[in-house]
């Protein structure tokens, strides 16, 4: 991937749907979800999503979710998805799922994963995945992405997944409390940890964590900007403009309709070209390889 060709890098783009009609979630979980968010049944392929971000000059890295401990759905395939988005360098950057549940064998999957088919990240999250970022069970997997350099990126904040379901379908939201990432930081020091998502409703501690702890960053997926709490915009504008980025959640949320949001938020000039992308640049070691 070259940035010098790109308008913008998204950092949270779903796969939620591969070449055999398998979907990333469970049909009841799927079903409430659409409900809830109001989303048609588009699900893009891989291919469907590059051609998408190649119209529009943006990068995007792209991930499943390894659900498969919590719910008995088998989770997507991270080589498929690799071995998809290998054929679209120009765009795309695979990150891998792996359920902490696993264990050492999901460690040395992302061994495998690293080897052999060049996943640059993580992507955890915590509610659907029923573990604390803190309880040590992903330790295995964040001791191999820190020792190679690669991010990991933990959902935080409220999901909709399992909105009015019975129970909210099993789905613990206090275990996406951003606060739980501050031991984490802590455990990992030289581990890159990117906050997916307005931490509703813990957003001052998501912010708290970022400016405390160097190694912590902070996505802005899943919200359109105009509803950004105004201390995310006021951090964004100032102690956090090198440590804030763009993300779109897409299919949820297009991109088309983030930046156009985004170009109405009140930013500084000298901010907005490192939200949207010079910021992806520094955590994704983009510029290191071009170097």
Do not use: C
């Not at 957003?203 to 509803?227: M, R």
């Not at 709490?229 to 309709?257: E, H, W």
């Amino acid at each position: 991937m070259d940035p010098s060709q790109l308008e913008a890098i998204d950092v949270h783009v779903h796969v939620e749907t591969d070449d055999h009609g398998h979907l990333s979630l469970p049909d009841d979980f799927v079903e409430a979800s659409s409900a809830y968010f109001g989303a048609g049944a588009r699900r893009p392929t891989i291919d469907e999503i590059a051609a998408y971000y190649r119209e529009r000059r943006i990068g995007a890295v792209l991930f499943t979710v390894d659900i498969e401990a919590f719910t008995g759905h088998p989770a997507l395939s991270n080589e498929e998805i690799a071995e998809a988005a290998a054929k679209h360098p120009d765009v795309l950057i695979p990150f891998a799922s792996i359920d902490p549940a696993k264990g050492r064998a999901g460690a040395r999957q992302l061994e495998r994963l690293i080897a052999d088919h060049g996943v640059r990240g993580l992507k955890f999250h915590p509610s659907l995945q029923d573990f604390a970022p803190n309880d040590r069970s992903a330790y295995p997997l964040l001791e191999i992405a820190q020792e190679h350099g690669l991010p990991a990126l933990f959902h935080t904040g409220q999901t909709g997944i399992g909105a009015n379901m019975r129970g909210g379908g099993g789905v613990r939201l206090g275990l996406s409390n951003p606060m739980l990432l501050d031991d984490v930081a802590i455990d990992f020091p030289d581990l890159t940890i990117i906050m997916a998502h307005p931490s509703f409703p813990w957003q001052d501690e998501a912010l708290a964590v970022a400016t405390h702890k160097p190694n912590v960053y902070i996505d802005l997926s899943g919200w359109s900007p105009k509803y950004f709490p105004p201390q995310l915009v006021r951090y964004a504008n100032s102690l956090l403009q090198d440590k804030v980025l763009f993300g779109s959640d897409y299919p949820l949320i297009t991109p088309d309709r983030w930046m156009a949001d985004f170009a109405r938020l009140d930013i500084k000039d000298h901010v907005r070209p490192k939200i949207l992308k010079d910021n992806a640049v520094r955590v994704l070691g983009l510029a290191q390889e071009r170097g």
